[in-house]
């Protein structure tokens, strides 16, 4: 669920938006592969019996159970879950039935961080930590493909908005000033 041309503001244009990465599908598609491995099994040791259909039936009956929690449900998560970069804000979108965001103005940003595990350097991705200027705790981004050029888009943006004070940010009503004074 990305951030659609109805939900930008005026003047306000998307700058990047991803996917988290497909390592967040490993686990569910392993299981997928698993659960179809163990019911051949079955199938296989039980084919000759005479109730072998019956065992065969309610261990894909089973199967079926468990792929849709563990499996189909985690799919659907990784598909619906988003993280916008626009010119004004970081947002991030998430959910399946319950629609779930969470923005932080760039004005408001403080703090930006990667975390990358040995996996996540295999794989190109890592865990993006943002810290902002209010109450709530900042947003971590987790499996974020190709996190450090992520890194420097959202810093690139930020510095852009800097207007040389010593405050390091440009808040919306603040007026920009004069460079070079002291």
Request: net charge neutral.
């Amino acid at each position: 669920m990305a951030l659609k041309e109805k939900h930008l503001g005026d003047g306000e244009s998307v700058v990047l938006s991803i996917r988290t990465h497909w390592k967040a599908l490993a686990g569910p598609i392993a299981l997928a592969l698993f659960l179809l491995a163990l019911l051949w099994a079955v199938w296989w040791f039980t084919r000759d019996l005479s109730y072998g259909n019956w065992v065969t039936i309610a261990g894909a009956v089973l199967a079926a159970l468990i792929a849709a929690w563990f499996v189909l449900v985690p799919i659907l998560r990784w598909s619906t879950e988003r993280y916008v970069i626009t010119n004004r804000r970081l947002s991030h979108r998430s959910g399946i039935l319950t629609k779930i965001g969470r923005d932080i103005p760039l004005h408001r940003i403080n703090d930006i961080g990667i975390e990358k595990g040995v996996l996540d350097r295999i794989l190109g991705c890592g865990t993006l930590i943002v810290s902002d200027a209010t109450d709530k705790a900042g947003m971590e981004l987790h499996d974020v493909p190709r996190v450090e050029d992520v890194q420097v888009q959202l810093q690139n943006l930020l510095f852009a908005g800097d207007d040389g004070s010593d405050d390091g940010e440009w808040p919306p009503n603040e007026p920009r000033r004069a460079r070079g004074r002291g």
